[in-house]
């Protein structure tokens, strides 16, 4: 069985949207479920990647709120968890040891190609003061953000992480830490996983039609909101801008109504609901409609989970709890790997990992 390893960091306000599921969430699901991966399932690890959130939010109660949010958002969306090891990241110590340990065989320059990094330094061509001023702002753990995502992965020895085309580089970098390591220490401690990147869901694009879905370009659908809220937002879903009347001949191809249908709706029903779109026998109301009825369908038994769960806290600290004992108990066994290849284990150690 080939394990799996990923996790989503608890920024914006915590909360998930159909862009977030069909990026990570839904081929999660697939991959741990061998109903809906050809038969084949994977060990899969899904962490709350909540010390990452630390590099950009240092409000206690916008953090707390935030990791609430996700987990709650995370297990209505898993449902049974059948293969799935959920976790918070904070609750499995060995990912900052073995950052701290992979500091001192990753290169300087290799941090700085970071994208992160390089974003927050604008361009190449912004003056060399005004760099160094706008480095003054910026904090080493968002500079050492890719140390910490590559203790992430590597802890686990995953096959596969599934990412988007954004972060893609990260498992490069990943890949490249850990066969250093294994270099510099002449062993093979760490697997040098593969991204997993599912090209129809590389990139979801935001209802604006422009952009990709951003909580903070406010160009979202989201998922637990009240049903009005929804329903605003899908009905503000870029359609086709040169179609001015609803018996006017629409297109179908970067409306986002039927992008998100071609997901989310019945595939008979879609298929007749293009072909009167190209006729103009239908309107965008109606298309827009059925994407909010389909919409409701699918994240139905979600939402119904999101209510039990948030009234149910104990529920959600017993997942946690197992999560994080099964996250300790394989990581342990990597640490222990790691000490005795580093020499930190030796005839006056006293400390173990279990």
Known sequence: MKRILSGITPSGDGSLHIGNYLGAVRQFIELANPSTSSGQAHECFLMVADLHALTTIQNKEQLQRNIEALILNELALLGDLQNITFFRQSDVPMHSELQTIL???TPLGLLKRAHAYKDKLQNPSTPLRARDEIE??????????????????????????????????????????????????????????????????????????????????????????????????????????????????????????????????????????????????????????????????????????????????????????????????????????VRDAIGLTNHYSFFRYS
């Open 103 to 105: 500091n001192n065989v």
């Open 136 to 337: 003054e702002d910026i904090n080493v753990g968002l500079f050492n953000y890719p140390m910490l995502m590559a203790a992430d992965i590597l802890l686990y020895k995953p096959n596969l992480v599934p990412v988007g085309k954004d972060q893609k580089q990260h498992i490069e970098m990943t890949r490249d830490i850990g066969d250093r390591f294994n270099r510099t220490y002449k062993t093979n401690t760490f697997k040098l996983p593969e991204p997993y990147i599912p090209e129809e869901v590389a990139v979801i694009v935001g209802t604006d039609g422009k952009r990709k879905m951003s909580k903070s370009l406010g160009n979202i659908i989201s998922i637990f909101d009240d049903e009005t809220v929804i329903k605003k937002q899908v009905m503000g879903t870029y359609t086709d801008p040169t179609r001015v009347h609803a018996n006017d001949p629409g297109h179908i191809e970067g409306n986002m109504v039927f992008t998100y249908l071609d997901f989310f709706g019945e595939k008979e029903k879609v298929a007749e609901l293009k072909k009167q779109y190209r006729e103009g026998k239908v309107s965008d109301i109606e298309v827009k409609n059925y994407l909010f009825e389909s919409l409701i369908k699918t994240f139905g038994s979600a939402r119904e989970r999101y209510g039990d769960l948030k009234a149910h806290p104990e529920k959600v600290k017993h997942v946690l709890e197992k999560g994080a004992a099964k996250a300790r108990e394989v990581s342990s066994a990597t640490m222990r790997e």
